[in-house]
């Protein structure tokens, strides 16, 4: 079995890599990704740990964080589709000349 440690260590840096991601892109896909991204290291964590501790909790809520981010994905994916429709590009600098 993988040490704790090592599980947590590999979900900070994926976590801290789509930190990293949401901050720096301008592209609204690869701010999904990014999301998507952060999700997984969330979702490693509850397993990790619910692996440790031989508990269910934490496996039953890394499925309920599946589940968000395929919404999210949909919902997010529908957004990007009506932004390159209506302004011809995904950038989000574009968003601000959404308004109203």
Known sequence: MIPLAHAFLLSGA???????????????????LSIELMMNAANLTLIAAAAKHADLHGQMV???????????????????????????????????????
């Open 14 to 32: 994926l976590f801290v890599i789509g930190l990293a991601g949401v901050m720096i892109r301008r592209n609204v896909l690869m701010i999904l």
């Open 62 to 100: 890394a499925f309920f964080v599946m589940v968000i981010a395929a919404a999210e994905v949909a919902v997010g994916l529908a957004i990007a589709v009506l932004l390159f429709r209506n302004e011809g590009s995904v950038d989000t600098d574009l968003v601000k000349n959404l308004k109203g």
